[in-house]
């Protein structure tokens, strides 16, 4: 089964998606992931994505629909796949719908999460990340036992460049603006499955393998 993840920054895609990645056995594949581990190696991807990222801006199309298709043709994602923040613009989704056409794939279902803004500024404010083994807090729900270091392996905690009050709104502006209309896309094709996001992350879970399935 192929999945999207659809929804605003902070919705809790990656969360769940790695969740059920585990259960399913099947394999999530994130733009931001990739672009964020690009900027870090200093690839040349990375040194191109890399302003756009920090403003909150959109990494042009071409560029991450350029990502994918390559992804898609690996080996690693024939039994299936979640795309967690791809698509986010109509052209993106056009795009996908071609590259698995040629591919004899297609997508399955749509899971679009729906959250309040304020709880999503909430969480994304309070996002810090492990510099060490990559585990996520937030410091208003799920604080670490010390300020700044990881329980589980001791390393420093981040705040995403991109996760600042001023460079959230932008995200969220774009997201209303190029991403919100690919629900309306996905609902013509009637894929579209709404997730109330603003649950737990326990809830989150239950709700998404009770419509999955065993
Ligand atoms: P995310 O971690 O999914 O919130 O993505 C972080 C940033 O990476 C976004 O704000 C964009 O700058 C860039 N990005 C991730 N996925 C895409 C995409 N599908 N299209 C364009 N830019 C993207």
Redesign the pocket.
Known sequence: MNFIFLGA?GAGKGTQAKLIMKKYHITQI????I?REAVQEKTSLGLK?RE??NK????PDEV?IGIIEERLKSPLYQTGFILD?????IR?AQSLDEVLDKLDKCIDRVFDFEVDEEALIKRLTGRRVCKGCGQMYNIYFNPPSQDGICNICGGELLQRK?DTLETIKE?LKVYRAQTAPLIEYYQKQGKIETIDGNQEQDRIYDQLCALLGS
């Open positions: 920054p994130s733009t931001g992931d672009l994505a756009y990222m909150g801006l959109l990494v991450v923040g791809f698509p986010r613009t993106q991109d995200r």
